[in-house]
């Protein structure tokens, strides 16, 4: 891959052009690494979040000083005495004596205000660690939510520019969290239950009564917006009661999520990175 070029030597069409670049090179080398790839539709939305956060919030990410900085505290014990370390990734801008912290998440920001304490409880103990463990300056500290909403997709599958414009203006990805130092102990403490709970392994799902119900910030049905990304729904009793009463038809409904291996030149790929695979193990 070519080196980035300073941002103030080029146009944004040129900055856009370089980021699609970026993103297939990478792309294809995740796809290397991995053995799969995407399908277009999601490839292409993963690209606009790329682009629309770019074309939103550049004034941003031009002034980022300390890139995806990794954050760790170690040596927490759970409540039933297990250790365990908590581990994050974050963004720093310092400018004009000011240190700001970001929290970056592929999610939507309706959700994200709706759950706002959630993301504060995490982004309290990243700052924590920040201050007191790397005794580290901070004055404010954000989520920015890469996933764009349904308008602003809307209007750029229109290809009304008047209308992306309108709707870009109109998104609010960047959601100010306070700090609160009362929150790090509490946030702590849940983490650690969630540990008990895995190290036990129990995995409690909710009832299918939940699953009908809207996943919270959402206008959709939590099996939609949660399930539907969990690889083990289909071991998963209520996921396969809400198929079955749902949809009729669990087997069908599992047959075809098996049998999904994208379409003809998702599968040609798929063969070549198989091939390409075999020949860097060689």
């Known amino acids: 891959m070519s080196d980035p070029l300073p941002v103030d030597t080029v146009t944004d069409p040129e900055i856009e052009s ?10 294809q080398s995740l796809k290397l690494e991995g053995g799969h790839g995407l399908s277009p539709d999601v490839k292409a939305g993963a690209l606009n979040q790329v682009l629309f956060y770019w074309r939103k919030l550049h004034a941003v990410a031009e002034k980022v000083t300390d890139t995806e900085v990794k954050l760790n505290l170690p040596g927490q014990k759970s409540p039933a005495g297990r250790a365990f370390g ?6 720093v801008v310092r400018e004009e004596g000011r240190v700001t912290m970001y929290d970056i998440k592929t999610h939507d920001a309706t959700v994200i205000r709706a759950n706002r304490d959630d993301y504060a409880r995490q982004l309290n103990v990243y ?5 007191h463990l790397r005794g580290q300056p901070l004055d404010e500290m954000a989520v920015i939510c890469t996933e764009y909403p349904a308008a602003l997709r809307l209007a750029h599958q229109s290809g009304d520019e008047q209308a992306l414009a309108y709707e870009l203006d109109r998104w609010e990805p960047l959601i100010p ?4 130092a009362t929150a790090i102990d509490e946030a702590v403490q849940a983490l650690g239950a969630v540990v008990d709970l895995i190290e036990d392994h129990r995995f409690a799902p909710p009832d299918v009564e939940r699953l009908r119900q809207p996943a919270p910030g959402t206008h959709v049905r939590f099996a939609t917006h949660v399930c539907r990304n969990c690889d083990a729904r289909f071991s998963c009793t209520s996921y396969r009661e809400y198929i079955r009463v749902s949809h009729g038809n669990f087997e069908s409904s599992f047959r075809q999520y098996l049998e999904d291996f994208g379409d003809e030149p998702e599968r040609d790929r798929r063969r070549l990175l198989a091939a390409a695979a075999a020949d860097l193990a060689e």
């Open 177 to 180: 969290i306070d700090f609160d």
């Open 86 to 91: 908590i581990e994050g990734v974050v963004d």
């Open 127 to 131: 700052a924590y660690i920040w201050q």
């Open 18 to 27: 370089l980021i699609q670049q970026w993103f297939e090179d990478n792309f």
